[in-house]
């Protein structure tokens, strides 16, 4: 069985665990480096991006994070997306750096201005509910990186190589579907490797 | 269709708060200082509990200019109190783009008979509760997060502890109920049945629960997450301690591995002395926050 875990420095942990088991994966919260070994790939959740970079470094999360990526699959949502970009707007510099992107935080304004709406996600599918609360968006991204999703011509999902991000939040919905394109993701990974 | 201030963005953004510490600041200094330490959102006040309590008189919404340096000196979110009732205090805070708004009792109430329509409003709340009555009172109303009430400003826990248990306890009992004696269990907590009945049938609260009301150490966080918060509010903790940049930090990762004692003892040498607290036999009836709220 696939076993996928969640960074739990903070955040929305629990709702990425019982969707990721949903899609008949086993699931498990990440809270210490060594936890990563085990692993055939990581979700990084929504939350608090300065809050966990804190405690990334806190706890030498960086380097292994990085190592880890460069052979498994990775998906964040929102802070998650943020922790992932090589570049983020009106900052001299990014967390992991692994999607050839530059994305803006709180793009679409404050908490009053959070919002959900219908989405098309290419190999995903039509009538998505995305989340967003206070979401990041991405403002561009290199010629590696696959669009997946935009709204109001904004991107709001991409992929680049086992790489995969969005904006919104997928684990606040029921909608598993993105949930289970990454279960795949992984799942080709592990066979190539194997 | 885009659709702002629905219930699962409202209580989805306290979901991203889980696992974190929300800072009470009284200016931009101090948010600063509470971002770069990691905490999840700060609470913008006039002045935090302990100096509430200590001026007396009656405590209202903060000076919106404080709320305003606050607001543009970090980039996580800020939250700001309004007075249990007061419907412009609330739409002030929302117009001026608050992130939350606690309905708090810290503040002197506006009205002693009701809370906000807060299902009304684009902007999410959180409010206190000491019961699972009063938890899903506040839920009825539209709040989308809820802490314990606690006895704020005193640096004594026990309040936070014997709220928090007795939600947990009660939400127990819920869940192992017959559905036929439900209704007689609305009646006797004074909830809403189909409150009740939400929280049978998903063994939890329909929101997220902070810890609030005399969290003074870190070893206080991590016990308020093991009795089953989803996370903490410091108020005068910080601030009000000898060194608060360290103080903060160390809040911080207690309530992330509440479980590592190596560390929470690691993290608590050395703080100075914590704020100096207050036994609450000693609080005359009438200073008990807590009491207000309905």
């Known amino acids: ?194 | 269709m885009l659709k702002t201030g629905t219930e699962r963005v409202k209580r989805g953004m306290a979901e991203m708060q889980k696992g974190g510490v929300i800072m009470d600041v009284v200016n931009a200094e101090q948010a600063r200082i509470a971002e770069a330490a990691g905490a999840v959102a700060v609470m913008a006040l006039e002045r935090v509990p302990s100096d509430i309590r200590a001026a007396g008189g009656v405590a209202r919404m903060a000076d919106p200019t404080i709320t305003e340096e606050v607001l543009n000196a970090v980039s996580i979110p800020v939250m700001a109190k309004a007075r249990i009732g007061h419907i412009v205090e609330a739409r002030v805070l929302e117009a001026m783009g608050v992130d939350y708004i606690d309905e708090s009792e810290v503040l002197t109430p506006a009205d002693e008979v009701f809370h906000l329509l807060k299902s009304d409003y684009t902007v999410p709340f959180v409010c206190g509760a000491r019961d699972l009555g009063e938890a899903a009172r506040r839920i009825g109303e539209g709040a989308s997060m809820l802490r314990t009430k606690g006895e704020p400003g005193t640096g004594n826990i026990v309040e936070a502890v014997r709220h928090m248990r007795m939600i947990q306890g009660q939400i127990r009992k819920v869940v192992a109920m017959s559905e036929d004696e439900l209704m007689t269990e609305a009646k006797n907590l004074g909830a809403p049945f189909e409150v009740l009945l939400q929280i049978k049938k998903a063994g939890k609260l329909p929101v997220v629960n902070f810890a609030a009301g005399g969290v003074a150490t870190p070893a206080d966080a991590a016990l308020m997450m093991q009795l089953g918060a989803d996370g903490v509010f410091v108020g005068s903790g910080v601030f009000k301690s000898e060194n608060p940049e360290k103080f903060a930090r160390a809040i911080v990762e207690a309530t992330t591995h509440y479980q590592d004692y190596k560390l929470i003892a690691e993290l608590s040498k050395g703080l100075g002395s914590a704020m100096k607290g207050i036994d609450i036999s000693t609080l005359n009836p009438a200073d008990r926050m807590q009491e207000r709220g309905w």
Do not use: W
């Open chain 1, 1 to 194: 069985m696939l076993k996928i875990g969640v960074l739990a420095l903070q955040g929305a942990v629990r709702e990425h665990i019982q969707a990721l088991e949903s899609c008949g994966v086993q699931a498990t919260a990440v809270k210490r480096v060594e936890e990563l070994a085990e692993l055939d790939g990581l979700v990084m959740p929504g939350g608090e991006s300065t809050a966990m970079r804190r405690l990334i470094d806190k706890y030498g999360f960086l380097e292994p994070l990085k190592e880890f990526a460069k052979q498994k699959p990775v998906f964040g949502t929102c802070a998650g997306l943020i922790l992932m970009a090589k570049r983020i707007q009106g900052q001299d510099s990014a967390h992991l750096e692994l999607i050839d992107m530059t994305v803006e935080r709180n793009a679409f304004g404050r908490q009053v201005d959070s919002f959900e709406a219908e989405l098309m996600i290419h190999g995903v599918g039509e009538d998505y509910t995305g989340v967003f609360i206070r979401a990041p968006f991405i403002v561009e991204v290199g010629p590696e990186v696959e669009i997946l999703s935009k709204h109001n011509d904004r991107i709001v999902a991409a992929k680049q190589g086992h790489f995969l991000c969005a904006a919104f939040h997928p684990e606040l919905t029921d909608d598993y579907r993105l949930h289970q394109y990454f279960v795949k993701m992984v799942q080709t990974s592990k066979e190539v490797v194997a």
